[in-house]
């Protein structure tokens, strides 16, 4: 897939604009991005593409904006961060008729939850590697750890295994049927998986 740059350019371009993406290459590149990384953004695009293949022009390209603005700012701040982002997204794009569209589906990021459509296809996108193969959802976990390689082995455990159960208490987890055709069985047994490993529940 192309770089975060040249995919920004395409979509200001498919909707009228001539807005240069600032910083996006070096935040995602920024040292302490274990996994919300240029790898990771990347791979949201693809598979938000891939979701919303029978979308207009003009959603999948605000679809691809946001997905390249959600996780700009990180920072460990949940909700802080999101918000940082939508910001960063807004004033991107100031002027363009789409901008505050963009800032709303970044915003969906916060909670994981919406009845907005395009919103959902976003949030599925963001959850996809929780259905990828083994192997791939091994070197995910790996990078969620050293993100937060700074909290003890005991508090993770209780933090991340609080996470996993909320996942796997989603019903659906993913909110589109064409995302739970691809990734749900998968996700279902890698959060189980990764859960077990964890030792006692919290």
């Known amino acids: 897939m192309r770089d975060p740059e040249a995919l920004w350019h395409d979509a200001v371009r498919a909707l009228g604009g001539d807005h240069p993406p600032g910083d996006l290459a070096e935040r995602y590149a920024e040292p302490h991005r274990g996994y919300h990384n ?3 953004v990347l791979a949201v695009v693809r598979d938000v593409t891939a979701l919303a293949a029978d979308r207009t022009a003009e959603e999948r390209a605000v679809l691809v904006l946001a997905a390249l603005a959600h996780d700009v700012v990180y920072d460990g ?6 918000r940082r982002s939508a910001g960063w997204a807004r004033a991107r794009l100031a002027g363009l008729p789409q901008a505050e569209r963009v800032a709303e589906l970044v915003l969906a990021t916060t909670d994981h939850t ?5 919103a959902r296809l976003l949030l599925d996108a963001d959850l996809a590697v929780l259905g990828s193969e083994p192997a791939d959802y091994e070197r995910y976990r790996r990078a969620v750890r050293a993100e937060y390689a700074h909290v003890p082995d005991d508090a993770w455990r209780v933090g991340r295994g609080a996470v996993l ?8 987890l993913y909110a589109t049927p064409a995302a739970r055709a691809r ?7 890698n959060l189980a998986a990764e859960l077990s490993s964890l030792g006692d529940p919290p």
């Open 38 to 40: 240029t790898d990771h």
């Open 77 to 82: 701040r949940p909700g802080e961060d999101e």
């Open 114 to 118: 919406s009845d907005d459509g395009l």
């Open 165 to 172: 159960w909320s996942l796997l208490d989603r019903d659906p």
């Open 183 to 189: 990734w749900g069985a998968r996700a279902a047994r």
